[in-house]
């Protein structure tokens, strides 16, 4: 019988090429972060494109990690879930950091509404995820306002992304009241991003309770808002 050699795992390459990708493209974003920081660059008038290229490096980040997240099954013991006590004061100052340069880039004012005192326990890594995915979309689509809302509503965490945009389509709203059962990923782009969020939502579990994400357009600012809610 003729011997053929082992091969290859097509998941684990693929994850793997996805790995290396994300490498790749978070270097290009700090680069292009690092140049729309430069004066002489901001007076090109080739400025607002390159903001739109380091816009668009990090969606594809975000993208890059949620599928290296669902590979490794979000959840499961295969999957280094790590929930801590964190401080809000904290998150809310990582993830305006990670967004200063496109906000300032853009126009756009930002805004955060939490307690200062308050600690809950989630996955960092996660979460962050999550809301920085919000967050990218809401720089997308707002007209030049964004706010971090958090809060405890009853017995949960309650982080709200809002914008001033025109707000989601009923098409994008009734994706996220029906992710739990199942997305349809012919809706373009939208659907990774909820079914990741939903995922890193229910992967919180505390005294029966589990998490969830809504979408909505109103609120504060009138516009989109994408809500986590986590027990």
Same mark, same amino acid.
């Given at each position: 019988?003729?011997?053929?050699?082992?091969?290859?795992?097509?998941?684990?390459?693929?994850?793997?090429?996805?790995?290396?990708?994300?490498?790749?493209?978070?270097?290009?974003?700090?680069?292009?972060?690092?140049?729309?920081?430069?004066?002489?660059?901001?007076?090109?008038?080739?400025?607002?494109?390159?903001?739109?290229?380091?816009?668009?490096?990090?969606?594809?980040?975000?993208?890059?990690?949620?599928?290296?997240?669902?590979?490794?099954?979000?959840?499961?013991?295969?999957?280094?879930?790590?929930?801590?006590?964190?401080?809000?004061?904290?998150?809310?100052?990582?993830?305006?950091?990670?967004?200063?340069?496109?906000?300032?880039?853009?126009?756009? *004012?930002?805004?955060?509404?939490?307690?200062?005192?308050?600690?809950?326990?989630?996955?960092?890594?996660?979460?962050?995820?999550?809301?920085?995915?919000?967050?990218?979309?809401?720089?997308?689509?707002?007209?030049?306002?964004?706010?971090?809302?958090?809060?405890?509503?009853?017995?949960?965490?309650?982080?709200?992304?809002?914008?001033?945009?025109?707000?989601?389509?009923?098409?994008?709203?009734?994706?996220?009241?029906?992710?739990?059962?199942?997305?349809?990923?012919?809706?373009?782009?939208?659907?990774?991003?909820?079914?990741?969020?939903?995922?890193?939502?229910?992967?919180?579990?505390?005294?029966?309770?589990?998490?969830?994400? *809504?979408?909505?357009?109103?609120?504060?600012?009138?516009?989109?808002?994408?809500?986590?809610?986590?027990?």
């Amino acid at each position: 019988m003729e011997d053929h050699p082992p091969q290859p795992d097509l998941p684990i390459f693929l994850a793997s090429a996805a790995h290396d990708m994300k490498n790749s493209i978070s270097m290009l974003s700090g680069t292009l972060e690092a140049v729309l920081l430069d004066p002489a660059v901001q007076a090109l008038p080739a400025y607002r494109q390159v903001v739109h290229l380091l816009y668009e490096t990090r969606r594809m980040n975000d993208n890059l990690i949620q599928l290296l997240a669902l590979y490794k099954r979000v959840g499961s013991p295969s999957y280094p879930f790590d929930p801590q006590p964190q401080a809000i004061a904290d998150f809310v100052a990582e993830i305006e950091a990670q967004h200063r340069v496109l906000l300032e880039a853009k126009g756009i *004012a930002f805004e955060a509404d939490y307690p200062p005192d308050l600690i809950w326990c989630f996955d960092e890594d996660l979460v962050v995820g999550v809301v920085g995915h919000a967050f990218n979309n809401a720089i997308h689509y707002t007209s030049d306002k964004i706010r971090l809302i958090i809060n405890q509503v009853g017995e949960f965490l309650e982080i709200r992304v809002e914008d001033n945009g025109h707000g989601f389509p009923p098409a994008m709203l009734e994706a996220g009241a029906t992710i739990d059962s199942g997305v349809d990923f012919s809706t373009g782009s939208t659907g990774l991003g909820l079914y990741f969020s939903s995922e890193v939502a229910k992967a919180h579990k505390h005294r029966g309770r589990h998490g969830s994400i *809504a979408l909505e357009n109103g609120g504060s600012c009138g516009g989109g808002c994408f809500v986590l809610r986590l027990p």
